[in-house]
Structures are given as structure tokens and as C-alpha cells.
């Protein structure tokens, strides 16, 4: 009985080991009800439950990507008879490179297998984002984010942050579908903190799109996602900006 419970033990730390598998994987993300992008890549390593792999982008923890990979049979949790493995994944963890030491990856990401098909939300919002629920069936289930959860500052940091409502010259530049960079605006701050920013603009940005923000003035290179775009009381455009990886130095 106890070489039975050892063996069952072993297999389950086996199945949970991390694989180094460098196989190409292409990777799906709709950012916004009208924009997407895919980017072919490589895994680093791989479980039956997650992988890992590099991008030439940003994303952030909480957001469902879509990977197909010739995995083999005894990695998968279904479709064992299909020549390319779908599933939906979820960002867990995402660590910024140097892209010019890594061959143009700007992102080492880190996803948990979640299933076949995503959940009606991520339909109506693709910018929804994500936390692990219980597992099922080998794999990790979802449930919408809790307020704050999933933001590089909590709830109550955010509270107690203050917003200095300086006018700081910036450039923002917008992520395209290939990787670079699409658009490009000179702007100015209306409030700014070490992990946000309300900016003016004239651009047509949705909630979920990543841009980056440039100052020269404060030698400040910051990856940025749109949590919201309003017009103001003047008839002015602001998007609402939240820093990931990195801080503004005020």
C-alpha cells in the first residue's frame, strides 16, 4: 500500500515538473473588442498545467491568451488525437527583459492552462481579467478579478496615493498589432503618481490597450495598459493609465 501512495506521489511531482521544451507556439491576445494581435514565439518550459515563453510585447497578470502548440499527447488534458493542442491560458506572471540583450523579447511570460473555450465574459470584455479558481479536471478553473486584486498596487495603496497634478510633457506610443509601435502622441499629464497617470489626448484608445510613456524631462520609460478613456467637463479627452513593471519617478 505504501509503495502504491509512493508511486502515485512521484507520478504527481513528475507531471508537475517543468519540461524544458523550446517547441513554437503561437500566441493569441485580443486586447480590446477591436484589436488583437498574434505573435509566433517559443516555449521556455512546460507542464500539463502551464508554460512559459517569451514576447516581443507587453501583457499583464490576469489576461487569457490563446496558445497553439504541437503538444505531445502525455503534456495535454484534451483534444490527444488533434495535430495542434488549443488552449486558453491564463498570464500568471510576466518579467520584463532588456530587449536589445534578448533578441527583441520584451517579456518573459508565465500561463496556467485553463481549458478549451473562454468564459462568456471574455467575450462581452476581452480586457476582463482573471484570477485561478479551483482546479478541475487537471485543469485551473477562472473567476472575474476582485476589485484591486490584480492591479500592481492594492485597494487601499491606491487610496492613500497621492496624485500630483503636474502638467509633465510625454510621449505616449501605441502597441500595434505587429509588435511595434502604431501611434505616436506629445501630450501632457493631468495628475501623475509612481503607478498611474490621467493624460490629455486625441487618440482613440479602448480600455485594455498597452502603450508605453516616455519622458525626457524626468529620463522615464514606463510600459502602461488603459484602464479607461473619458472626456472631461472641457470636451478634452484623458486616458487613464496604470504603470506595469515599473514606476514614474515623482
Not at 98 to 105: F, T, V
Amino acid at each position: 500500500m505504501a509503495d502504491q501512495e509512493k508511486k502515485s506521489t512521484d507520478k504527481s511531482l513528475r507531471l508537475r515538473e517543468r519540461i524544458a521544451l523550446s517547441l513554437p507556439v503561437r500566441v493569441r491576445c485580443r486586447e480590446s473588442p477591436s484589436h488583437e494581435w498574434v505573435e509566433m514565439s517559443r516555449l521556455v518550459d512546460v507542464t500539463p498545467f502551464g508554460a512559459r515563453f517569451r514576447l516581443k510585447r507587453p501583457t499583464e497578470i490576469g489576461r487569457l491568451l490563446l496558445l497553439t502548440v504541437a503538444m505531445p499527447r502525455q503534456l495535454r488534458c484534451f483534444d490527444y488525437v488533434e495535430d495542434q493542442y488549443r488552449v486558453w491560458s491564463l498570464v500568471r506572471n510576466v518579467k520584463l527583459l532588456d530587449a536589445l540583450k534578448e533578441k527583441g523579447a520584451l517579456t518573459e511570460v508565465g500561463v496556467a492552462f485553463v481549458g478549451k473555450r473562454p468564459p462568456r465574459s471574455f467575450e462581452i470584455n476581452p480586457a476582463q481579467r482573471y484570477e485561478i479558481g479551483t482546479p478541475k479536471s487537471g485543469l485551473w478553473t477562472l473567476q472575474e478579478e476582485s476589485t484591486g486584486a490584480l492591479s500592481e498596487i492594492s485597494a487601499a495603496e491606491k487610496r492613500s496615493e497621492t496624485r500630483y497634478a503636474i502638467p509633465t510633457e510625454v510621449t505616449v506610443d501605441v502597441y500595434s498589432e505587429n509588435g511595434t509601435f502604431s501611434h505616436s502622441e506629445t501630450t501632457v499629464t493631468e495628475n501623475i503618481s509612481p503607478h498611474g497617470a490621467a493624460i490629455f489626448t486625441a487618440l482613440e484608445l479602448e480600455e485594455g490597450r498597452f502603450v508605453r510613456l516616455q519622458s525626457k524631462t524626468h529620463a522615464a520609460d514606463v510600459i502602461a495598459v488603459v484602464r479607461k478613456r473619458r472626456m472631461g467637463a472641457d470636451n478634452i479627452a484623458r486616458l487613464h493609465l496604470e504603470f506595469i513593471g515599473g514606476e514614474w519617478p515623482v
